[in-house]
Protein backbone atom coordinates (compact mmCIF):
# COMPACT_ATOMS: atom_id res chain seq x y z
CA UNK A 1 0.00 0.00 0.00
CA UNK A 2 1.53 3.53 -1.15
CA UNK A 3 1.12 6.16 0.78
CA UNK A 4 0.86 10.02 -0.16
CA UNK A 5 4.53 10.60 -1.12
CA UNK A 6 4.03 7.26 -3.25
CA UNK A 7 6.54 5.74 -0.21
CA UNK A 8 5.10 1.98 1.14
CA UNK A 9 3.55 2.33 4.36
CA UNK A 10 4.51 -0.13 7.23
CA UNK A 11 2.17 -2.40 7.74
CA UNK A 12 -0.01 -2.07 10.93
CA UNK A 13 1.58 -3.13 14.11
CA UNK A 14 0.44 -3.79 17.48
CA UNK A 15 2.15 -3.47 20.83
CA UNK A 16 0.77 -4.05 23.74
CA UNK A 17 2.97 -4.02 27.44
CA UNK A 18 0.56 -5.39 30.62
CA UNK A 19 0.99 -7.34 33.78
CA UNK A 20 1.23 -11.19 33.76
CA UNK A 21 -2.30 -12.11 35.40
CA UNK A 22 -5.38 -12.72 34.16
CA UNK A 23 -7.15 -9.36 34.34
CA UNK A 24 -4.40 -7.74 32.47
CA UNK A 25 -4.33 -11.09 30.02
CA UNK A 26 -7.93 -10.60 29.26
CA UNK A 27 -8.08 -6.99 29.02
CA UNK A 28 -5.24 -7.61 26.29
CA UNK A 29 -7.05 -9.65 23.95
CA UNK A 30 -10.07 -7.67 23.73
CA UNK A 31 -7.34 -4.97 22.66
CA UNK A 32 -5.80 -7.22 20.21
CA UNK A 33 -9.83 -8.26 18.95
CA UNK A 34 -10.05 -4.29 18.75
CA UNK A 35 -6.76 -3.22 17.25
CA UNK A 36 -6.99 -6.27 14.63
CA UNK A 37 -10.52 -5.34 13.68
CA UNK A 38 -9.65 -2.32 12.61
CA UNK A 39 -6.57 -3.07 10.46
CA UNK A 40 -9.15 -4.96 8.62
CA UNK A 41 -7.81 -8.40 9.78
CA UNK A 42 -10.90 -11.45 8.97
CA UNK A 43 -12.90 -13.22 11.57
CA UNK A 44 -11.38 -16.02 11.31
CA UNK A 45 -7.97 -15.14 11.67
CA UNK A 46 -8.88 -13.02 14.49
CA UNK A 47 -10.52 -15.73 16.08
CA UNK A 48 -7.30 -17.87 15.90
CA UNK A 49 -5.02 -15.22 17.21
CA UNK A 50 -7.45 -14.90 20.33
CA UNK A 51 -6.90 -18.80 20.98
CA UNK A 52 -3.55 -18.41 19.68
CA UNK A 53 -2.69 -15.52 22.59
CA UNK A 54 -4.99 -17.09 25.11
CA UNK A 55 -2.77 -20.08 25.24
CA UNK A 56 0.41 -18.41 25.08
CA UNK A 57 -0.02 -15.93 27.68
CA UNK A 58 -1.84 -18.12 29.89
CA UNK A 59 0.89 -20.35 30.19
CA UNK A 60 3.62 -17.35 30.49
CA UNK A 61 1.28 -16.13 33.65
CA UNK A 62 0.79 -19.81 35.11
CA UNK A 63 4.39 -21.50 34.28
CA UNK A 64 7.00 -18.62 33.68
CA UNK A 65 5.17 -16.62 36.55
CA UNK A 66 3.61 -18.90 38.45
CA UNK A 67 2.11 -18.26 42.31
CA UNK A 68 4.61 -18.01 44.04
CA UNK A 69 5.95 -14.58 42.18
CA UNK A 70 4.63 -11.73 44.58
CA UNK A 71 3.43 -9.23 41.90
CA UNK A 72 3.05 -10.52 38.24
CA UNK A 73 5.96 -9.94 36.20
CA UNK A 74 5.98 -8.00 32.58
CA UNK A 75 4.38 -9.35 29.45
CA UNK A 76 5.28 -7.67 25.85
CA UNK A 77 3.32 -8.45 22.95
CA UNK A 78 4.30 -7.08 19.37
CA UNK A 79 1.85 -8.19 16.35
CA UNK A 80 2.82 -7.30 12.91
CA UNK A 81 -0.43 -7.52 10.45
CA UNK A 82 1.23 -9.04 6.94
CA UNK A 83 -0.34 -10.28 4.01
CA UNK A 84 0.62 -13.51 4.99
CA UNK A 85 -0.96 -13.75 8.24
CA UNK A 86 0.26 -12.06 11.93
CA UNK A 87 3.65 -12.32 13.40
CA UNK A 88 3.37 -12.38 16.92
CA UNK A 89 6.63 -11.93 19.11
CA UNK A 90 5.69 -12.52 23.06
CA UNK A 91 8.41 -11.81 25.48
CA UNK A 92 8.74 -12.27 29.45
CA UNK A 93 10.77 -12.81 32.33
CA UNK A 94 9.49 -15.02 34.13
CA UNK A 95 11.09 -18.62 34.83
CA UNK A 96 12.88 -20.04 32.32
CA UNK A 97 11.33 -23.04 30.06
CA UNK A 98 12.47 -26.31 30.93
CA UNK A 99 15.71 -27.12 28.15
CA UNK A 100 15.23 -29.47 25.18
CA UNK A 101 12.31 -29.19 22.63
CA UNK A 102 9.14 -27.05 22.73
CA UNK A 103 6.52 -28.91 23.82
CA UNK A 104 4.86 -31.69 21.79
CA UNK A 105 1.45 -31.10 19.94
CA UNK A 106 -0.46 -34.22 22.02
CA UNK A 107 -3.89 -33.30 23.43
CA UNK A 108 -5.04 -35.14 26.33
CA UNK A 109 -7.08 -38.20 26.12
CA UNK A 110 -10.58 -36.84 25.46
CA UNK A 111 -12.51 -40.15 24.18
CA UNK A 112 -14.93 -41.56 26.73
CA UNK A 113 -14.95 -38.85 29.43
CA UNK A 114 -17.73 -36.93 30.95
CA UNK A 115 -17.54 -33.49 29.87
CA UNK A 116 -17.58 -32.34 33.33
CA UNK A 117 -14.48 -34.23 34.27
CA UNK A 118 -12.16 -32.82 31.27
CA UNK A 119 -8.28 -31.56 32.32
CA UNK A 120 -8.32 -27.55 32.58
CA UNK A 121 -4.72 -27.59 31.33
CA UNK A 122 -2.68 -29.42 28.53
CA UNK A 123 -3.74 -27.88 25.26
CA UNK A 124 -2.11 -24.67 25.38
CA UNK A 125 1.01 -26.48 23.13
CA UNK A 126 -1.39 -28.67 21.31
CA UNK A 127 -3.52 -25.91 20.08
CA UNK A 128 -0.56 -23.61 19.40
CA UNK A 129 0.93 -25.92 17.11
CA UNK A 130 -2.31 -26.77 15.24
CA UNK A 131 -3.04 -23.11 14.27
CA UNK A 132 0.52 -21.74 14.59
CA UNK A 133 3.88 -22.47 12.35
CA UNK A 134 7.22 -21.18 12.84
CA UNK A 135 6.93 -21.57 16.25
CA UNK A 136 10.33 -20.55 18.03
CA UNK A 137 11.21 -20.11 21.68
CA UNK A 138 14.47 -18.74 23.26
CA UNK A 139 15.74 -17.57 26.25
CA UNK A 140 18.21 -14.63 26.22
CA UNK A 141 19.67 -13.48 30.07
CA UNK A 142 16.29 -13.26 31.86
CA UNK A 143 14.09 -13.19 29.36
CA UNK A 144 12.03 -15.73 27.15
CA UNK A 145 10.97 -14.78 23.48
CA UNK A 146 8.01 -16.67 21.49
CA UNK A 147 7.06 -15.85 18.03
CA UNK A 148 5.45 -17.48 15.51
CA UNK A 149 3.42 -16.85 12.34
CA UNK A 150 -0.75 -17.21 12.44
CA UNK A 151 -1.08 -17.85 8.61
CA UNK A 152 -4.09 -15.73 6.75
CA UNK A 153 -5.25 -18.96 5.55
CA UNK A 154 -6.60 -21.65 8.27
CA UNK A 155 -4.32 -24.85 7.57
CA UNK A 156 -6.51 -27.21 4.78
CA UNK A 157 -8.48 -29.95 6.17
CA UNK A 158 -9.82 -32.86 5.28
CA UNK A 159 -13.61 -33.24 3.80
CA UNK A 160 -16.08 -33.20 7.43
CA UNK A 161 -13.02 -33.08 9.73
CA UNK A 162 -13.15 -30.38 12.43
CA UNK A 163 -10.92 -27.38 12.63
CA UNK A 164 -7.86 -29.27 14.49
CA UNK A 165 -8.07 -26.95 17.50
CA UNK A 166 -12.12 -27.38 17.74
CA UNK A 167 -12.09 -31.41 18.43
CA UNK A 168 -15.65 -32.55 20.37
CA UNK A 169 -14.96 -35.43 22.45
CA UNK A 170 -16.72 -38.37 21.86
CA UNK A 171 -18.15 -38.08 25.27
CA UNK A 172 -20.23 -35.01 23.90
CA UNK A 173 -23.06 -36.23 21.81
CA UNK A 174 -23.76 -34.86 19.09
CA UNK A 175 -26.48 -32.40 18.32
Known sequence: MSGPTGRQSAPPRLSLRFAGEDAAVRR??????AGLAAAGVGDGLRQRAQIALAEACNNIVEHAYGPARPRPGPIALDILVEAGGLRVMLRDKGRAMPPG???GDAMPELSGRDPMDLPEGGFGW???RRIA???HHERTGDRNTLRFLLPAVEK???PGEL???????SAIPPA
Open 28 to 33: SLAEVE
Open 101 to 103: PLP
Open 126 to 128: ALL
Open 133 to 135: EDL
Open 156 to 158: PRK
Open 163 to 169: PRDCQIP
